[in-house]
């Protein structure tokens, strides 16, 4: 499947286009450091990991658009204290000016975090982003205590990269996420990659929370050239209204339509794929066709 197909598809299913909650837009200087990273990933990996879409910010918007994604976000993760505000004062301006965009954050675990998200939230955030791998901070760091408390009050999204893919960290995995829905299980989060490789653990919580939600990003494509775990789609098919379409765009090192192929080869039909590519992600977000 080619970028180019992706129109065709979401007109055959039946719905408006596409709802990709895990795009990545920061500030160019940042880019160019995640970029970097990927670039020096090949040895840990063992295969080269290449940028397909290296583009602008334009042109990157204007793919997404020619693909007929319809709303996303613009996701930057702070990776140590003291660069959330700068981060956030970007992606929000970014979303001003960019049509179609999710207004999106990122916090850590500060003491000033638990003043500026709520500050956030009057600013009209509607998604967060926290990478617990590259921030090397544990989801139940107790500076984040507050924060989580404050964000399972509004009920926003939180974009969650927790599981120990594509390398594991200090504190990836389930547990710590475990722990912290034991005390805020109204928390809306939305587990990054299926939180590849512990799918079956985060799908585990899935199952036991119910606004806890995961995005597809890079899970089951060819690059990782790995089957798809035993059980793994019958129970997404079970979930099918709390799996979201996300894809990693640009820093992905294939064609943004194979994520969409990936998730067809499951072969959990017709609805659940319209249920994956745009109603869950509209219906969380109030995206309007």
């Not at 837009?25 to 290449?50: E, H, I, N, S, T």
């Not at 709303?71 to 990776?79: E, G």
């Amino acid at each position: 499947m080619q970028d180019a197909d992706l129109p065709g598809l979401t007109t055959e299913l039946g719905i408006p286009g596409l709802v990709d909650v895990h795009t990545h837009f920061m500030a160019p200087q940042l880019m160019q450091k995640v970029w970097a990273y990927f670039d020096a990933a090949g040895p840990l990996l063992g295969r080269p990991w290449p940028i397909t879409y290296r583009w602008s910010d334009d042109d990157r918007v204007a793919h997404l658009r020619s693909m007929g994604v319809q709303a996303f976000s613009a996701l930057s993760y702070a990776h140590r204290p003291g660069v959330a505000g700068f981060m956030n004062d970007w992606t929000l301006a970014f979303a001003d000016r960019t049509p179609g965009v999710l207004r999106s954050a990122t916090f850590y675990p500060e003491p000033e975090a638990a003043t500026y998200v709520p500050e956030l939230l009057d600013r009209g955030v509607e998604v967060f982003k926290v990478h617990v791998q590259v921030g090397d901070f544990a989801p139940n760091d107790p500076l984040l205590e507050p924060v989580w408390g404050t964000l399972a009050d509004s009920g926003t999204p939180i974009v969650l990269h927790a599981g120990s893919g594509p390398a594991p960290g200090h504190h990836t995995g389930p547990a710590g996420v475990a722990d912290v829905l034991a005390r805020h299980p109204d928390l809306a989060l939305v587990i990054a990659h299926l939180g590849m490789p512990e799918i079956d653990e985060f799908l585990d919580l899935a199952e036991r929370y119910p606004n806890v939600r995961l995005d597809t990003t890079m899970a089951f494509v060819d690059f990782w050239q790995q089957p798809v775990p035993d059980g793994v789609p019958a129970r997404l098919a079970q979930l099918q209204d709390r799996v979201l379409f996300g894809t990693d765009f640009p820093n992905i090192p294939y064609a943004y339509a194979h994520q969409v192929e990936v998730l067809q080869r499951l072969d959990l039909g017709d609805d659940w794929m319209r249920s994956v590519l745009w109603r869950n992600g509209a219906g969380l977000f109030g995206v309007a066709p």
